[in-house]
Structure formats: C-alpha cells, structure tokens
C-alpha cells in the first residue's frame, strides 16, 4: 500500500514536470539569409531566442542590411565565429533580396562591419575571443562614440538587457551565462575551439595599416577561429560550428563533454569535405539533428532544396534529420534537439 502511494506521488509529480512550461517550451532558430525562404550562396546570420526570452546573433556576416535591418528585433549578445569578411560582415546585403540567390548583391559595410553596425545599433554584449573582441569593440566605440566597458556581472551571471553595448568576450574554452529578466535560470555559452583561420579583411583596417599590410598582400590574424556550444533553459544544446575541418574536439570537448544534441553545420567546401562532414556527424558528435548553413551555393529554388546541388549530395550521406537554415523561417526545437515546428 504504501509503496503504491509512493508509486502514484512519483508519477503525479513526473506529470507536474512534463508539463511544465519550461520543458513544454522551446528554442526559436531563424537564419537570416539574402532571400526571404530560400538557402542562398552568402547565408549566414541565425537567430536564437531562448524560451525565457534571450535572443542571440550568431555570425551577422553578409546576409543583413546591417544595423537597420528589420528583421533582427532584440539582439542581447552578438557572437563571432572568427574575423573572415563572409562572418564580421566587411559587406552588407545592398537590400533585402538584392541580386539572386546564386549572386548576392552586396555593398561594403567598411570601416565598421555588420557585426560593430548591429552590436551598436542593439545595445548588445558581444562575446568572441578577446583579440577579435577588442578589435570589434573599437568598431562599436567609433560608431557610438564612446568606448565599449565590461558587461557587469552578477554572481557570475550577465543580465539582459545591458542599456548599452558592453565587452564579454573570453579565450577558447571560456563561458558565460546569460539570464532574460525575471528568469530562474540562464542560457550557458561556450567558446569551443575550430580548426581554420582567422585573419581580417584589409578593407576593414584603418588606412596607415591597409596600406602597409597591402604591400605583402596580408593583414591581421586576430586570435583563434571558434565555433560555439550554447546550453538553453529547455535543455537544447547546440553547437554551431564555425568554419572548421574536422578535428578531434569534436569528439572530446563538443560531444563527450557538452553532450551537443543540434549541430549547426557551415558547410563550406574550402574549410571540410562532404565525406569529413559526414564522419563528424556520424561518428564524432552523433547528435539528434543537423541544422545546414554557409553552404555557398543557391541550394534552394522556390523553397526546395535542388536536388542537383552539393548540399543535397551530403544530405543524402546523413543518417539524421537535416534541416536546411531556410532564410525567415523559423525552426522550433525542444530540449531533446526535436524540430516541433518549421521545419523541412
Ligand atoms: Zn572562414
Ligand atoms: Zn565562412
């Protein structure tokens, strides 16, 4: 009798879990590409809003107007994979759906970036490796006209909104939490490490600097590429790659350790082959779904995937959902990395 009282409270209060609003919840994931609904050539920047509020821009790079652009709402922090053009944004769209999806109509976004326009334009905190941190900073100073503090922190805690933008920026390895007002609980993100390049483009430089690096047609290596891991209040971990090749810590740190569950993917084929592509997902981080992105081509028509395209011939080597980053459409996953909605 009373282990079927016992039996009965444990199963009226795993109920009383199951419904609560923040497992019933989930995170919102919107790329914002050049072309309302479709996966184009320059496709990059992705929205995230936690269930508690906290809205994230990830990699602003070509594919928005900048600072203006209507479709971005809040940003509370701006994330940067690493400091190549297509990602800090040394160009910005001339318009939304400028050009074609195989080519991208752009303008330059010099001397700020996307990245410094938006992070200005939103009071947002940014957080990327400290030397390319610093640099985009200074960007955020020269636009707004004073410089660019620490985000305060609270018992190790950054709340949003900040007022104005702020520094939160740490080296591979590093986290911060970041908690929407009122929340019980914040969102975790993680700086992980990639295997790629970080040098920026000389457009982006002041002209005495330009000019000197010109001469040996090089410029400015500004700390270690990144991907990242962030960690929602419903349990969806994700880990965005950044441009990478394949390497070991996607195993050790991004699967072993953060037990990832959504990869985003850039897809690049400078940076990793389809088959490399393929083993880090099946062999080295396993996770539920595969969300596809920086895929360099006009891999959409009408909203469908080309069925001739590169990113169609890896979609076929996967033996997990991939959803394309269709550019406005927003992709609603629970804590289990399960797409509820907007999905393909
Ligand atoms: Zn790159
Ligand atoms: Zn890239």
């Known amino acids: 009798m009373k282990s079927k009282t016992l039996a009965l409270t444990v199963l009226s209060s795993?109920?009383?879990f199951a419904s609560s609003p923040t497992f019933a919840q989930t995170v919102?994931?919107?790329?914002?590409?050049?072309?309302a609904f479709?996966?184009?050539e320059r496709d990059r920047a992705t929205?995230?809003?936690d269930p508690t509020g906290v809205r994230i821009l990830y990699d602003a790079g070509h594919s928005v107007t900048g600072g203006d652009d209507t479709r971005l709402g809040d940003i509370h922090l701006v994330l940067l994979s690493h400091a190549h053009g297509d990602h800090m944004g040394d160009r910005k769209l001339k318009a939304l759906e400028a050009g074609s999806c195989e080519k991208v109509d752009t303008i330059s976004a010099a001397p700020h970036s996307t990245t410094a326009e938006i992070a200005a334009a939103k009071h947002s905190a940014?957080?990327?490796v400290t030397p390319m941190g610093a640099f985009i900073a200074k960007k955020i100073e020269n636009i707004r006209g004073k410089p660019v503090g620490n985000c305060p922190e609270k018992d190790g805690v950054l709340n949003a909104p900040f007022g104005a933008s702020c520094q939160a920026n740490a080296q591979l390895g590093g986290a911060r939490i970041l908690k929407a007002p009122g929340a019980s609980v914040g969102v975790e993100i993680t700086i992980v490490p990639a295997s790629h390049d970080s040098t920026v483009p000389r457009e982006l430089l002041t002209d005495p600097q330009k000019a000197a690096l010109a001469v040996d047609n090089t410029s400015l290596y500004l700390g270690p590429p990144s991907g990242y891991v962030i960690k929602f209040t419903n349990g969806l971990t994700v880990y965005m790659s950044g441009d990478t090749g394949i390497h070991t810590e996607m195993k050790s740190v991004v699967s072993d350790f953060h037990k990832a569950n959504l990869v985003l993917l850039n897809y690049g084929s400078s940076a990793i082959s389809a088959y490399a592509a393929t083993?880090?997902?099946n062999d080295l981080i396993k996770p539920a779904a595969v969300i596809i992105s920086h895929v360099n081509e006009a891999a959409t028509q009408g909203g469908k995937l080309k069925p001739g395209s590169?990113?169609?011939a890896f979609i076929k080597l996967q033996k997990r959902p991939v959803h394309l980053a269709i550019s406005g459409r927003t992709m609603e996953f629970d804590g289990a990395a399960k797409c509820v909605a907007g999905c393909n």
Do not use: D
């Open 14 to 16: 795993a109920a009383i």
């Open 28 to 35: 919102k994931i919107t790329p914002l590409g050049s072309h």
């Open 38 to 40: 479709e996966l184009c």
């Open 47 to 49: 929205i995230f809003e």
């Open 126 to 128: 940014i957080m990327m």
């Open 279 to 281: 083993y880090a997902m």
């Open 310 to 312: 590169r990113t169609a």
